[in-house]
């Protein structure tokens, strides 16, 4: 079988992927068949749980960062700063249904928070050490609600 009559589902895995994954639901919906193309599949899979995984670190050490600058720049907190922590919260719950990602959070959390130290940093103009070397926020704390927290001298 071909998934376009001319074009093999392997040639079209690198052709056009939206078509191959079109092509491969359809037969994962009939059973499969001997032109199922596991290898690709298998690939294909494998990076989109990659994928799924740097978006969770991505928006983690952004959430971080924005806190970070929350809590020790108070003096030039913003409605966009509470927004982004807001979107990030938001983002971040819904990726973290997933008992997986939210492992994954869990483990990567201290290389999630130095990443958030350096974007910290590089927003703030402040040095690095002007942060805790631990993350003061839990993963939870992190995600909580729309109450920000105070800065540390408060």
């Known amino acids: 079988m071909t ?3 001319t074009i093999s589902l392997v040639d079209l895995y690198e052709v056009d992927e939206t078509a191959w994954l079109d092509a491969m639901a359809r037969l994962a919906a ?3 068949g001997e032109d199922f193309d596991f290898a690709h599949l298998a690939e294909y899979l494998h990076d989109m749980a990659r994928r799924d995984r740097r978006e969770v670190e991505s928006r ?3 959430l971080l960062a924005h806190l970070l600058k929350w809590t020790y720049q108070p003096e030039r907190r913003s409605r ?9 919260r938001q983002e971040l719950r819904r990726l973290l ?8 959070a ?5 290389v999630t928070y130095a990443d958030a130290v350096e ?3 590089i927003d703030t103009g402040l040095s690095p050490d002007a942060f805790p070397a631990a993350c003061p926020f839990d993963l939870e704390v992190a995600l909580g ?3 920000l927290p105070d800065d540390p001298g408060a």
């Open 30 to 32: 009939h059973g499969g």
């Open 60 to 62: 983690l050490a952004i």
């Open 106 to 110: 869990v483990n990567s959390f201290d």
């Open 97 to 104: 249904a997933s008992k997986t990602l939210r492992n994954h």
């Open 3 to 5: 998934a376009t009559g």
């Open 80 to 88: 966009s700063w509470r927004a982004t922590v807001a979107e990030q």
């Open 119 to 121: 974007r910290a940093a």
């Open 145 to 147: 609600s729309l109450e």
